[in-house]
């Protein structure tokens, strides 16, 4: 019996909140004006990750001439 009462009010808060976020009104306020066009963005987009592309390729080639040198300290507390 007690199941019966545990599911009937899980549904019932359910259709309650359903019904309770179906009466919300959405604002009639417009959306603001896209600030750049798509193909300014993309065009940024393709930029910024050539300079990481570059950058990528100066920190490979001062890792592969063997000057830099890597310690990786591990925590004993963690």
Known sequence: ???YLGWTLL?????LLG???SSYQRSNADSPPPTADSGDVNADTVAVLKEIRAQLKEINAHLNTGVT???VVMNANR
């Open 1 to 3: 019996m007690k199941r």
């Open 11 to 15: 549904v019932a808060a359910g259709l």
């Open 19 to 21: 019904v309770a976020s």
């Open 69 to 71: 040198k890597v310690t």
